[in-house]
């Protein structure tokens, strides 16, 4: 099953808005990734986090890796409509199985 | 390189039918797997190989065989199709599962069973 837990599964956000999406475990996790799938797409590799408490950038989307490395989160600045799609979050902790992953919509 | 090449995209088979879905990368990948993706579920692993000869289940492998006899393909077999496979399938590849290598995935194929 899903180990990884994603929240929120939907997220409505208008168009300038910040908004964030969570990824949680209830064991400690060696890394994590971070896929972003377009409607009608394949998901594409966004990032890896490997240390605790990491932090990277991408313009206007921070990755986050919790201390305890059992949390992540995606932040992203002023959405814009490029930003549609889901965000998938994986650790190789779970044979490469995806979580359900975050819808994102944006209201323009 | 073409990366990871799915084919067909698109197919309806009748239940009870059979068919293989293919996958080529051409990046020398040690590993490949193959994922479906249904609505509200995510992408849930249904059988993965990290290298020629070893083949392994994942989380949904009822239904579906897999083998693995060459680096650069990963064919995916529906032996008695149900209409519970209709989904999106996905191959992807990485170079190496264990050092949590980056995923590439080919186009995805939607499959109808009736």
């Known amino acids: 099953g899903q180990q990884v837990m994603q929240i929120p599964q939907y997220q409505h956000v208008q168009e300038g808005e910040d908004f964030t999406t969570y990824c949680n475990s209830s064991?400690?996790?060696?890394?994590i990734q971070w896929y972003k799938q377009r409607p009608g797409g394949h998901p594409v590799f966004l990032i890896q986090?490997?240390?605790?408490?990491e932090v990277k950038k991408q313009k206007r989307l921070t990755f986050q890796f919790g201390e305890a490395k059992k949390n992540s989160s995606l932040h992203i600045t002023a959405t814009q409509t490029t930003d549609v799609g889901t965000y998938f979050c994986?650790?190789?902790?779970?044979?490469?199985?995806f979580g359900a992953g975050t819808t994102v919509t944006v209201r323009a | 390189n073409a990366g990871v090449t799915q084919t067909p995209k698109f197919q309806v088979l009748k239940t009870g039918q059979s068919m293989t879905l293919q996958c080529a990368q051409d990046?020398?990948?040690?590993?490949m797997s193959w994922y479906r993706q249904d609505p509200g579920m995510g992408l849930r692993l249904i059988h993965y190989?990290?290298?020629?000869?070893?083949?392994d289940q994942g989380e949904v492998p009822n239904g579906y065989n897999v083998s693995r006899s060459t680096t650069e393909d990963f064919p995916l077999r529906l032996l008695s199709a149900a209409p519970s496979q209709t989904s999106v399938y996905f191959c992807?590849?990485?170079?190496?599962?264990?050092?949590?290598?980056?995923?590439?995935f080919g186009s995805g194929t939607q499959l109808s069973v009736l």
């Open positions: 064991t400690t996790l060696s890394n």
């Open positions: 994986l650790s190789n902790d779970y044979k490469l199985s």
């Open positions: 190989s990290v290298g020629a000869g070893i083949t």
């Open positions: 992807a590849s990485s170079y190496s599962m264990a050092d949590s290598a980056e995923l590439f």
């Open positions: 990046m020398n990948h040690e590993y």
């Open positions: 986090l490997v240390k605790s408490g």
